[in-house]
């Protein structure tokens, strides 16, 4: 049987892609809108305060990063590990990676108490600190992962040169999302971080995030760019997100069998697990139930094939999932109060000893939506002026290329 | 055409005018920039600053320490105690186990091996040769990082404009700040207005002094009677010590 090549071609013009342009516009510049309103306001005008220090922006900005090294993946199982029923994905992944970064780092940024202060960061940098090493992990990770598309879509390139540079983008991403997650584990000050767990756990989150996020962007742009997306690739894809959410779900088991061992760290579990207020909910309720006991059910418990529909289904349950746990990570580790004084009830006009509250405000989560929403537009971007969507992911074509 | 003196190149001149420009905007940038570059400079490395303070003396009633320096450095509450900042704070503590009820302030600790100054991104957290840790305002840009790291809640974020501010303790909106050990009084020769204030209320409940120096009364008050760090068991090795608790 001939193996028909892959073709890639812009996404066409259409009155859908004038709507979702649209529609993702409106949230970027409510997005901006709401970093100018903090912008001039000051950080009063958030939720967060000197108890919760950083809020929804972080949360929704380290969702973002998490995932983008993630959305990575499926690139790099095409050319680093020769799945080549992926390779004609791997282009869209590339793309998606770095626009789900820009996306999170734009948040990050505008939420900095002084964002124009941002050329100082760029000219001075702090080597013992992790944020300096992230600013150059995620800076690498840009120029790495552009590095890669080039190779892959200009044809003047040797295609011997994808394999190197999709290794080097993998062995990055992999550093990058170490760095990611010691934000937390390097903080020795606050019981809920402190543990080297942190480092595999967020990388676990990132092939989870990434492929749920990737797999919802690749049915939108199908949808847009009229290219027929195969029951049998959304099927490996979701049968693979749901081992990664196993896999999520281990390291989360594992880091809280290692807290609960240790009596100091009991207080913060019993918080975070029981009698937290909303963290046990988002914890059990979205982090276990939502966001992964049910769509381990709903992708290993059926003999049927799973449809597109309960694929995209799945993914958006994983991402609720996963927003509860950084919101879980990040919030609840600061919510629950520093033990300064052990074996001490402690009261302050500082909230010592108090477990702190946190209410985001409308313009913090605008903020945040909006970097996602930059995200996709970029994706979207990129997709009408390069030839990242091939023109068809139909079964027939894909089983030229092999299933293995 | 102005010819420059045979003995002279136009480099040297170049040089000189740089020289005349600094020599002038110094010292108000050096005013403005308390803690910056000029004054990382200027603290003496053979001393290490520290306070010893005295909860058997620490009256509860009392927030001496905690008026004073706010008088002293400008910061005060703007009406919403979650987001106003606190350099110093009273904290009372009740034995979990005897019941009984200690009062004391805590505010910077000034660590030897401070988390904040390791996670600073900018390098804006530093701390002094004289083991005093600052934030460098021109350079802070509002990360909050410092805050996630300090095991002791010392850090505040200022969440508003301010007005009003003391010119040898300058503040910004969108910055960390935190106690500076009253800097300005001690490159002057003096001692932090805290120390004084508990000193003018009668308690004497701190003692301000030079870690390194086995004749001052810190030193002494160490030596003598035990005393403890806050959260020893990170190894940070605070020049704050507390007796007494």
Redesign the interface.
């Known amino acids: 049987m001939a193996i028909e090549r892959t073709i890639y071609r812009e996404i066409p013009v259409s009155p859908r892609l004038w709507a979702a342009a649209a529609l993702l516009a409106a949230f970027v510049l409510s997005g901006l809108g709401a970093f100018l309103y903090v912008e001039h306001?000051?950080?009063?005008a958030t939720g967060?305060?000197?108890?919760i220090?950083?809020g929804m922006p972080h949360v929704f900005a380290i969702f973002l990063i998490v995932a983008a090294s993630g959305a990575l993946n499926v690139a790099s199982m095409a050319s680093v590990f020769d799945r080549k029923i992926y390779k004609p994905l791997s282009r869209l992944s590339g793309l998606l990676a770095i626009s789900l970064l820009l996306g999170g780092l734009s948040v990050l940024v505008l939420d900095?108490?002084?964002?124009d202060?941002?050329i100082?960061?760029m000219t001075?940098?702090?080597f013992?600190?992790?944020?300096?090493w992230n600013?150059l992990l995620y800076s690498g990770f840009l120029a790495i992962v552009a590095v890669y598309l080039w190779v892959q879509m200009d044809r003047n390139v040797h295609p011997k040169w994808v394999k190197p540079a999709g290794l080097l983008a993998f062995v990055w991403r992999l550093a990058l999302t170490t760095g990611t997650g010691s934000?937390f584990g390097?903080?020795?000050?606050?019981p809920g971080y402190d543990a080297a767990v942190m480092a595999p756990l967020f990388i676990a989150m990132s092939f989870a995030l990434g492929l749920a996020v990737f797999v919802l962007v690749l049915q939108g742009l199908c949808v847009l760019a009229r290219c027929p997306l195969g029951q049998t690739l959304i099927e490996r894809l979701t049968r693979l997100l749901a081992l990664f959410v196993a896999v999520v779900l281990y390291f989360t088991v594992l880091q809280h069998l290692t807290n609960l061992y240790a009596a100091e760290h009991t207080g913060f579990e019993a918080f975070i697990l029981f009698d937290g207020g909303v963290f046990p909910l988002l914890f059990w309720i979205g982090q276990i139930v939502v966001g992964s006991l049910v769509p381990l059910a709903l992708v290993y418990g059926r003999k049927t094939p799973v449809s597109p529909g309960l694929a995209s289904a799945v993914c958006l349950l994983v991402i609720l999932g996963g927003v509860a746990q950084i919101y879980v990570i990040v919030i609840g580790g600061?919510a629950y109060p520093?033990e300064?004084?052990p074996?001490?009830?402690?009261?302050?006009?500082?909230?010592?000893g108090q477990v702190a509250?946190y209410a985001p405000s409308v313009p913090e989560v605008f903020l945040g939506i909006g970097g996602g929403a930059l995200a996709l537009f970029a994706t979207g971007l990129g997709a009408r002026v390069l030839r990242i969507v091939p023109t068809t992911l139909s079964d027939q074509n894909l089983a030229g290329k092999g299933q293995e | 055409m102005t010819t420059l003196p045979a003995n002279r190149s136009r480099r040297d001149f170049l040089r000189s005018g740089a020289a005349l420009v600094t020599a002038t905007v110094a010292p108000g940038v050096t005013l403005m920039a308390f803690g910056g570059s000029a004054v990382q400079g200027a603290p003496d490395a053979g001393k290490r600053w520290g306070l010893l303070i005295d909860a058997g003396k620490c009256d509860p009633d009392c927030t001496a320490c905690v008026t004073a320096c706010q008088d002293e450095n400008g910061w005060r509450g703007q009406g919403d105690p979650q987001r106003d900042v606190q350099w110093i704070r009273k904290v009372t503590l009740k034995d979990k186990g005897t019941g009984r009820e200690t009062s004391l302030p805590v505010m910077c600790q000034h660590c030897d091996q401070p988390p904040c100054v390791d996670v600073c991104p900018t390098g804006a957290s530093f701390k002094r040769a004289d083991g005093i840790v600052l934030v460098d305002k021109h350079i802070c840009i509002g990360c909050r990082y410092c805050m996630m790291a300090c095991p002791f809640k010392a850090r505040s974020f200022v969440h508003e404009p301010v007005t009003n501010q003391k010119p040898h303790a300058p503040r910004g909106v969108g910055t960390v700040e935190s106690c500076t050990l009253c800097v300005h009084r001690i490159d002057a020769g003096g001692v932090p207005a805290c120390v004084e204030a508990c000193a003018s209320a009668g308690y004497g409940a701190i003692v301000f002094g030079d870690l390194l120096d086995p004749e001052s009364e810190i030193s002494q008050r160490l030596e003598e009677y035990p005393s403890l760090a806050l959260r020893p068991d990170l190894d940070l090795n605070p020049g704050v010590r507390y007796s007494e608790l």
């Open positions: 306001r000051g950080h009063v967060m305060t000197n108890q220090v950083w900095l108490g002084r964002p202060r941002l100082v960061q001075h940098f702090n013992t600190s992790i944020f300096t600013i934000i390097w903080l020795v000050a606050r600061q520093m300064i004084f074996g001490y009830e402690v009261s302050s006009t500082f909230f010592d509250g």
